[in-house]
């Protein structure tokens, strides 16, 4: 009997101690910390590993390190030349300071998404529909510069953001298909008009330089003959040198003159 009323003594004690414990020691994995409050009041981060709290006096709250991957909802945005895409993103981050992520803000992560759409939708709409298209790192780095200045007083820091989809219009598709074709045409135009003028610079050089010898000119009619002779065609156009034509012409004049004289 005596034992037994030891047993029912120590039992008692014995689970009120194995309550204590569990109350009192708490385990933390490496990429974890905890925010401890002594009587409400913030005293501290432990961990990792292990930690030990007065039961009913300290309160911990754990909170985890590691990078958080967040999915911003498809938003329905205006750009400035008032096209209408939806866009969504995903966000990197992760909490770097405990306490304020436990302090500051009730919940950081609800925060984080409310404040990452609104944001998301303001800078996208100070950009046109092709800058969205062409400067999506600019766009990306604007977004991640604006979050992660304005939850620092959160004790997060983020890391990266993107822009996964702009989904545009099906009639707006098409209208930039033909803008793109059109700019491939000007840019045709345009290298055509180069060509054209580059290849007249470069026959005004030639010219200078087979004038400054007559020599020069009959080798390049010559060059040509050959060139004609090979391709066997029965046309042969021969070039007619300028300064023979200058001769002719000059003949009429002489003749007038000299022709009284023979008269006489």
């Known amino acids: 009997m005596e034992m037994i009323g030891s047993l029912v003594f120590y039992i008692p004690l014995f689970l009120i101690l194995l309550v204590f414990l569990t109350a009192a020691i708490k385990i933390l994995r490496e990429y974890e910390r905890g925010v401890v409050f002594t009587l409400g009041r913030f005293t501290g981060v432990k961990g990792p590993g292990l930690i030990i709290l007065i039961p ?23 750009s400035r030349d008032n096209v209408s895409v939806k866009v969504n993103a995903v966000i990197y981050f992760r909490v770097v300071e405990p306490e304020r992520a436990t302090i500051q803000v009730e919940n950081f992560m609800q925060a984080i998404s409310q404040l990452a759409q609104t944001t ?111 391709e066997r065609t029965s046309t042969i156009v021969f070039p007619f040198p300028m300064n023979l034509k200058d001769l002719f012409d000059g003949l009429p004049s002489s003749l007038g003159r000299n022709g009284p004289k023979a008269g006489s």
């Open 56 to 78: 009913y006096v300290q309160q911990m709250v754990r909170m985890d390190l590691r990078t958080v991957v967040l999915d911003v909802p498809t938003q329905d945005v205006i």
């Open 120 to 230: 998301l939708r303001s800078v996208l709409g100070k950009h046109e529909l092709d800058e969205m298209l062409a400067e999506r790192d600019k766009l990306n780095a604007d977004i991640q510069e604006i979050l992660d200045a304005q939850t620092d007083a959160w004790g997060v820091k983020v890391a990266n953001v993107e822009i996964k989809h702009v989904d545009i219009d099906e009639s707006m598709v098409r209208a930039i298909a033909r803008q793109a074709e059109a700019e491939r045409e000007r840019r045709a135009k345009i290298i055509n008009a180069e060509g054209e003028q580059q290849a007249a610079q470069k026959l005004l050089e030639a010219a200078e330089i087979l004038g400054q010898r007559p020599e020069a000119m009959q080798l390049r009619y010559l060059s040509t003959l050959n060139v004609i002779a090979s």
